[in-house]
């Protein structure tokens, strides 16, 4: 079975501080990885995507990266955290060529 | 651009009564919907979909209908059962993006 980590759970970060999250898939292959943000008040807004290794697709512009280094991993990156990337987010997989998406238990990130 | 919009921020039931989630789109591109339900610090889980080429589809107390003219999906919950209290996405497929919408939070109360 395909199974989704995501890690931390929490974190509290100083304004300016860098910013690593990470995403491992087990279980597939080539998935499509995504990453999302749910800030206080708002839906869930697509970061970024990828379709394979090194190819990041990016949805907003904004103070944040992704890189996918291996097949089943995702990071989000940042060189130096604004006080309005605070928000919940949330790593998610998906099978080439299906509809369903499985998301990760997600990370509050709070910057202070 | 909010591609994806739930116009209703929140709406309350009472058990054994119908929910009704709806959910607006602008992309004519979009080829697939789904919704997710979502409790608070988990990530969503996913409960339905339908095809564009599709009205309706149906499972167990979740119905989810589309109406491509009007770029309009809903999700009826029928009987509505006071687990089913959680926020609600509407989601839209576009080639390798899954857009949301901005969620509902439904609260069945007894």
């Known amino acids: 079975s395909q199974t989704i980590h995501q890690w931390p759970a929490t974190l509290v970060q100083p304004v300016g501080s860098p910013l690593s999250l990470e995403c491992t898939v087990e279980?597939?292959?080539?998935?499509?990885l995504y990453w999302y943000r749910q800030a206080a008040g708002r839906g869930l807004q697509l970061l970024f995507y990828?379709?394979?290794?090194?190819?990041i697709s990016s949805e907003v512009p904004q103070n944040l990266s992704a890189s996918r280094p291996q097949d089943r991993q995702f990071i989000l990156s940042s060189k130096k955290l604004l006080l309005s990337d605070s928000g919940f987010y949330l790593c998610?997989?998906?099978?080439?060529?299906?509809?369903?998406?499985?998301f990760g238990q997600g990370t509050r990130l709070t910057v202070v | 651009d909010q591609q994806v919009k739930q116009n209703s921020p929140s709406l309350s039931v009472q058990e054994g009564r119908i929910s009704i989630l709806n959910c607006d789109y602008t992309?004519?591109?979009?080829?697939?919907f789904l919704w997710y339900k979502k409790y608070p610090a988990e990530g969503p889980t996913f409960l339905i979909s339908?095809?564009?080429?599709?009205d309706k589809n149906e499972d167990g107390r979740f119905t989810v209908f589309l109406n491509k003219s009007a770029k309009h999906l809903s999700l009826h919950i029928v009987p509505s059962q006071p687990g089913d209290s959680a926020v609600y996405f509407c989601?839209?497929?576009?080639?390798?993006?899954?857009?949301f919408g901005t969620g509902t939070r439904l609260q069945v109360f007894p």
């Open positions: 339908i095809s564009s080429i599709k």
């Open positions: 998610a997989w998906r099978r080439q060529g299906a509809f369903e998406a499985f």
């Open positions: 279980g597939t292959s080539n998935p499509n």
């Open positions: 990828s379709v394979g290794i090194g190819q």
């Open positions: 989601a839209a497929e576009n080639t390798d993006k899954l857009i």
């Open positions: 992309n004519s591109m979009f080829d697939y």
